[in-house]
Protein backbone atom coordinates (compact mmCIF):
# COMPACT_ATOMS: atom_id res chain seq x y z
CA UNK A 1 0.00 0.00 0.00
CA UNK A 2 1.14 3.55 -0.60
CA UNK A 3 -0.30 6.08 2.16
CA UNK A 4 1.89 9.04 1.09
CA UNK A 5 3.42 11.51 -1.66
CA UNK A 6 6.94 11.46 -1.31
CA UNK A 7 8.50 11.31 1.87
CA UNK A 8 6.57 13.26 4.49
CA UNK A 9 3.53 14.01 3.03
CA UNK A 10 0.46 11.99 3.51
CA UNK A 11 -2.09 11.14 1.06
CA UNK A 12 -5.64 13.06 1.60
CA UNK A 13 -7.67 9.99 1.91
CA UNK A 14 -5.93 8.42 4.93
CA UNK A 15 -5.55 9.98 8.50
CA UNK A 16 -2.70 8.39 9.95
CA UNK A 17 -2.16 6.89 13.49
CA UNK A 18 1.66 6.39 14.21
CA UNK A 19 2.95 5.16 18.00
CA UNK A 20 4.85 8.07 20.18
CA UNK A 21 5.38 6.28 22.87
CA UNK A 22 5.04 3.19 24.99
CA UNK A 23 1.89 3.27 27.67
CA UNK A 24 1.51 -0.18 29.30
CA UNK A 25 2.20 -3.72 29.08
CA UNK A 26 1.47 -7.03 29.90
CA UNK A 27 2.48 -10.40 30.39
CA UNK A 28 0.09 -12.70 28.88
CA UNK A 29 2.20 -16.71 29.57
CA UNK A 30 5.10 -16.05 26.88
CA UNK A 31 3.39 -12.72 25.35
CA UNK A 32 4.56 -9.88 25.49
CA UNK A 33 1.31 -7.47 25.14
CA UNK A 34 2.42 -3.56 24.15
CA UNK A 35 0.29 -0.86 24.10
CA UNK A 36 1.55 2.29 22.76
CA UNK A 37 -0.35 5.60 22.51
CA UNK A 38 -0.32 7.55 19.33
CA UNK A 39 0.03 11.25 21.23
CA UNK A 40 1.98 11.98 24.03
CA UNK A 41 0.04 11.74 27.31
CA UNK A 42 0.38 14.05 29.51
CA UNK A 43 -2.62 14.05 31.80
CA UNK A 44 -5.87 12.20 31.96
CA UNK A 45 -7.36 14.32 29.22
CA UNK A 46 -4.89 13.50 26.42
CA UNK A 47 -6.14 10.02 26.30
CA UNK A 48 -9.54 10.55 25.06
CA UNK A 49 -10.11 10.11 21.48
CA UNK A 50 -6.82 9.07 20.06
CA UNK A 51 -5.83 5.32 18.83
CA UNK A 52 -3.99 2.82 20.68
CA UNK A 53 -1.98 0.43 19.14
CA UNK A 54 -1.62 -3.06 20.30
CA UNK A 55 1.60 -4.63 19.58
CA UNK A 56 2.23 -8.48 21.10
CA UNK A 57 6.01 -9.98 20.84
CA UNK A 58 5.61 -13.97 21.50
CA UNK A 59 7.99 -16.60 20.11
CA UNK A 60 7.03 -19.82 18.03
CA UNK A 61 10.72 -21.04 17.59
CA UNK A 62 14.27 -20.80 19.56
CA UNK A 63 15.35 -17.63 18.30
CA UNK A 64 12.60 -16.10 16.39
CA UNK A 65 10.41 -13.29 18.08
CA UNK A 66 6.71 -13.39 15.91
CA UNK A 67 5.54 -9.64 16.49
CA UNK A 68 1.85 -9.03 15.69
CA UNK A 69 0.18 -5.37 15.68
CA UNK A 70 -3.45 -4.54 15.84
CA UNK A 71 -5.87 -1.64 16.77
CA UNK A 72 -9.31 -2.34 17.91
CA UNK A 73 -9.06 -6.85 16.84
CA UNK A 74 -13.02 -7.03 15.81
CA UNK A 75 -14.84 -10.09 15.49
CA UNK A 76 -13.37 -13.51 14.63
CA UNK A 77 -11.93 -14.26 11.17
CA UNK A 78 -13.69 -17.17 9.82
CA UNK A 79 -10.60 -17.94 6.91
CA UNK A 80 -8.98 -20.61 6.74
CA UNK A 81 -5.88 -20.93 7.44
CA UNK A 82 -2.66 -23.08 7.60
CA UNK A 83 -1.28 -24.66 10.78
CA UNK A 84 2.12 -22.72 12.11
CA UNK A 85 4.52 -25.61 14.00
CA UNK A 86 5.05 -23.58 17.20
CA UNK A 87 7.55 -25.20 19.65
CA UNK A 88 7.00 -22.86 22.91
CA UNK A 89 10.85 -22.64 23.81
CA UNK A 90 11.43 -20.69 27.17
CA UNK A 91 11.32 -16.82 26.59
CA UNK A 92 12.92 -14.07 29.37
CA UNK A 93 11.96 -10.77 29.77
CA UNK A 94 13.45 -7.79 31.86
CA UNK A 95 12.09 -4.54 32.89
CA UNK A 96 14.00 -1.46 33.75
CA UNK A 97 12.98 2.42 34.04
CA UNK A 98 14.28 2.69 30.29
CA UNK A 99 12.95 -0.36 28.16
CA UNK A 100 11.34 -3.65 28.19
CA UNK A 101 13.55 -6.27 26.86
CA UNK A 102 11.93 -9.86 25.37
CA UNK A 103 14.69 -12.50 24.77
CA UNK A 104 13.93 -15.80 22.97
CA UNK A 105 17.16 -17.81 22.62
CA UNK A 106 19.94 -15.11 20.77
CA UNK A 107 17.47 -12.93 19.57
CA UNK A 108 15.93 -10.09 21.86
CA UNK A 109 13.83 -6.99 21.42
CA UNK A 110 14.06 -4.10 23.76
CA UNK A 111 11.25 -1.62 23.92
CA UNK A 112 12.05 1.83 24.64
CA UNK A 113 9.90 3.37 27.44
CA UNK A 114 10.51 7.03 27.48
CA UNK A 115 8.26 9.66 26.83
CA UNK A 116 8.06 10.18 23.00
CA UNK A 117 10.76 7.66 22.15
CA UNK A 118 7.93 4.80 20.77
CA UNK A 119 10.46 2.10 19.15
CA UNK A 120 11.41 -1.26 19.38
CA UNK A 121 14.97 -2.32 18.37
CA UNK A 122 15.50 -6.43 17.42
CA UNK A 123 19.69 -7.45 18.41
CA UNK A 124 20.89 -10.52 17.52
CA UNK A 125 24.81 -11.90 18.87
CA UNK A 126 26.73 -9.60 16.41
CA UNK A 127 24.19 -6.25 17.20
CA UNK A 128 21.32 -5.25 15.98
CA UNK A 129 19.47 -6.39 13.20
CA UNK A 130 16.63 -4.02 12.90
CA UNK A 131 14.63 -1.39 14.16
CA UNK A 132 10.87 0.25 14.15
CA UNK A 133 10.62 3.77 15.77
CA UNK A 134 9.14 7.24 14.29
CA UNK A 135 6.43 6.98 12.14
CA UNK A 136 7.54 3.01 10.97
CA UNK A 137 4.39 1.89 12.42
CA UNK A 138 0.80 2.86 12.02
CA UNK A 139 -2.59 2.28 11.70
CA UNK A 140 -4.13 3.93 8.38
CA UNK A 141 -7.49 4.73 7.98
CA UNK A 142 -8.70 5.67 4.21
CA UNK A 143 -11.56 8.57 5.11
CA UNK A 144 -13.52 7.67 2.23
CA UNK A 145 -13.89 3.72 2.08
CA UNK A 146 -13.33 3.19 5.96
CA UNK A 147 -11.07 0.95 5.12
CA UNK A 148 -7.95 0.21 7.72
CA UNK A 149 -4.42 -0.75 7.51
CA UNK A 150 -1.59 -2.10 9.41
CA UNK A 151 1.93 -0.20 8.64
CA UNK A 152 5.26 -1.50 9.53
CA UNK A 153 8.50 -0.25 8.01
CA UNK A 154 11.61 -2.10 9.49
CA UNK A 155 14.96 -0.32 9.13
CA UNK A 156 17.04 -2.76 6.65
CA UNK A 157 20.78 -1.64 5.26
CA UNK A 158 21.80 -1.04 2.13
CA UNK A 159 22.25 -4.70 0.22
CA UNK A 160 19.83 -6.79 2.91
CA UNK A 161 16.94 -8.30 1.71
CA UNK A 162 13.38 -9.42 2.99
CA UNK A 163 12.51 -12.85 2.27
CA UNK A 164 9.10 -14.09 2.30
CA UNK A 165 5.97 -12.07 4.12
CA UNK A 166 3.18 -14.37 2.30
CA UNK A 167 2.90 -12.30 -0.87
CA UNK A 168 1.50 -15.04 -3.73
CA UNK A 169 2.64 -15.52 -7.20
CA UNK A 170 5.49 -12.78 -7.44
CA UNK A 171 9.18 -13.12 -6.83
CA UNK A 172 10.58 -14.63 -3.27
CA UNK A 173 12.80 -11.97 -1.88
CA UNK A 174 10.32 -8.38 -0.82
CA UNK A 175 12.40 -5.26 -0.60
CA UNK A 176 9.09 -3.04 -1.65
CA UNK A 177 6.58 -3.65 -4.11
CA UNK A 178 6.24 -0.15 -6.16
CA UNK A 179 8.28 0.31 -9.08
CA UNK A 180 6.80 3.54 -10.31
CA UNK A 181 8.01 6.65 -8.83
CA UNK A 182 7.75 10.40 -9.09
CA UNK A 183 8.20 13.00 -6.56
CA UNK A 184 5.40 15.25 -5.63
CA UNK A 185 7.04 15.71 -2.34
CA UNK A 186 10.49 16.78 -2.74
CA UNK A 187 10.98 17.02 0.85
CA UNK A 188 14.81 16.70 2.63
CA UNK A 189 14.50 13.26 3.39
Known sequence: MKFTNGFWLIRPEYIPSYPVEYSMHEVNGSSLVLYASTKHISNRGDMLNIPVITVTLSSPLHDVIKVSICHFKGAPNNKTFFGIYS??????????????????????????????????????????????????????????????FILEQLAIDVGEYIYGLGERFTPFIKNGQIVDMWNEDGGTA
Open 87 to 148: EKPTVEIYENDQNITYISGNIKAEICKEANQWGIRFLGPQGELTNTGFRNMGYMNNRTTGEA
